[in-house]
Structure formats: C-alpha cells, structure tokens
C-alpha cells in the first residue's frame, strides 16, 4: 500500500507540472490560503553558485518578493508575511547589515508608488527602537503612504525575532495586569495573539521556506502552530511563479486537521 507519509515528505512537487497554466487549473480559488508566510532564505548561496558578493544575491531576492507579492495580488492571496530581516542578523558582518539596511531604504523608497498601484498595505513587523533612523522612517513612509492598500497585506519583517514579539506581549499584558486592567484569569490564547504583532490578523496557513532549511528560524513562532509547511530547495532568487504555484497546490493537497481526526 502506498504510504501517504511518504507521499507527504518527498512530494511537495516533484510529481507537479512545471507549467503556470497547468498550474493555475489544478488551483481551487476557493481553498486559496488567507495567509502566506515566506522566509526568504538562500541569497548568499544563489550569489555564490555564481561567483557573485552575497549582497547581489540579497538585490536579486528583491526581485522575488516583487514576483510574489504580484502575484498574490493576481490570485486573491490577501495576506503575505516575508521574513526580510532576524533579531539574529545583526551577528552578520557589518557591510552585509548596512548592504540590507540601505537595500530596505531603497526598496521602500523605489517600490513605493507600485505597491500603491497595486493596492498592497505595507506593514513592518519586528522591534522598531533598535533600527537605524533611515530604516525606520522608510518603514514609518511606506506604512503610510500605502495605508489605503486594499487588496494585499505585506508584512515586512524587519528586526523580527518571534521570542522576542512574545516577551514583548507577555511584557504589555503583564503592565495591563499591574494597572488593574486585566485578571490574570482572563488571559487566554486570544489575549496573547491581540498582543503580537499580528494582531487582529488570521494565522499563516502557509509556510514557504526555500533554500532546503527544515527550520522556522525564530518566525512567527506562535503564529505557525497549525500552520503547513512548505520546504524547497530552490534558493530565493531563484523562486519562480512557478514554484509559489507549486507550493500553493501541495498545500491544497494536504489534509489539515488542527489535532483533529480527518474529516470525510
Ligand atoms: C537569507 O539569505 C536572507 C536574508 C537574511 C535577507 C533577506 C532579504 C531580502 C531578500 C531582501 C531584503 C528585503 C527587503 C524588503 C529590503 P541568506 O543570506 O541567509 O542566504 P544563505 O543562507 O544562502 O547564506
């Protein structure tokens, strides 16, 4: 008998054609995920496969989150979390810090109008007070200025560190607490989730993490509890339309039963 285990791990999308349309028609709009979340990983390798610094391969990973938040915006997704930058990056070396920080600014700065065009609400998730000045105020720019976004949720995540967004959240309701404005018996898992970053927003349904990692590296740790996940060794830059579509039809092809039994 084949075993559906296995079918799970080795067939994300092996067996799946490598045509958009062939694609697109083994798509069920309706069973679309609401949320998908992408840690864009896999630069460095990309630019070293080519002889090229690392930071060509962070420039050509721009390219992909233009791909991705394009065609988000094509088939209806209404929510996109990208994992630009970690609380753990800034162990990098300086020059490649700095290279992000600037490509951030310029990003924000070069992308803006299109993202307006395309009706797509920037968000920046991630602690603000430790961001150079630029960044920030390219965050604080982009926020606003594409406020009236309506189709397409982008969540940057810049600084991020999903440990750190909890203690944050365990920080401000422990505050409410000691202001006499909460029970400590009325805290819930609701209560946490108002709290982080995300709050007010449905949970990813999808996880994609190219570059062949099997980790979620200190993203939205409390968000991905039932989320799926979705592992492809393609590195970021080379992250095609074809290859989101593929990661959105195994996705429709899993059986998601948050701890539940399988319905039929
Ligand atoms: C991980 O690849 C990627 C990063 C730490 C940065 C991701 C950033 C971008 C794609 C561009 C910045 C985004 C914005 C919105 C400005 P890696 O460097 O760890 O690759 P490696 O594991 O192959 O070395």
Redesign the pocket.
């Given at each position: 008998m084949p075993n559906p285990v296995k079918r799970q791990l080795v067939g994300n999308s092996e067996e799946l054609p490598r045509n958009e349309k062939e694609l697109l028609a083994l798509i069920r709009p309706e069973a679309l995920p609401r949320h998908v979340a992408v840690?864009?990983?896999?630069?460095?390798?990309?630019?070293?496969q080519r002889g090229l610094p690392?930071s060509a391969?962070?420039?050509a990973?721009?390219e992909?989150?233009r791909r991705v938040v394009e065609l988000c915006g094509e088939l209806g997704i209404p929510i996109l979390s990208?994992?630009?930058?970690?609380t753990e990056?800034w162990r990098?070396p300086p020059e490649?810090v700095n290279f992000?920080m600037n490509?951030?600014v310029?990003?924000?700065a070069r992308e803006i109008e299109e993202l307006r065009e395309k009706g797509v609400r920037v968000k920046v998730i991630g602690c603000r007070s430790e961001l150079p000045p630029a960044v920030l105020a390219a965050a604080e720019r982009l926020e606003r200025e594409t406020a009236q976004g309506e189709r397409l949720l982008l969540n940057?995540a810049?600084n991020y560190g999903a440990r750190r967004e909890i203690v944050d959240a365990v920080r401000a309701i422990a505050r409410k607490v000691r202001a006499g404005e909460l029970e400590p018996e009325e805290i819930d898992e609701d209560t946490v989730a108002a709290h982080l970053y995300t709050a007010g927003l449905p949970d990813p349904d999808l996880l994609i993490r190219p570059?062949g990692?099997m980790r979620v590296s200190n993203f939205l740790l409390w968000q991905l509890a039932y989320t799926e996940l979705y592992v492809t060794p393609v590195?970021?830059?080379d992250f095609s339309r074809v290859d989101f579509l593929q990661a959105l039809v195994a996705y429709q092809r899993r059986e998601r039963r948050f701890g539940g039994l399988k319905m039929s």
């Open positions: 840690i864009m990983d896999g630069n460095g390798r990309w630019a070293a690392r391969g962070h420039q990973g721009i992909t989150l990208a994992y630009a930058f970690s990056n990098r490649e992000l490509l951030f310029e990003y924000a940057l810049v570059a990692e590195f970021w830059p």
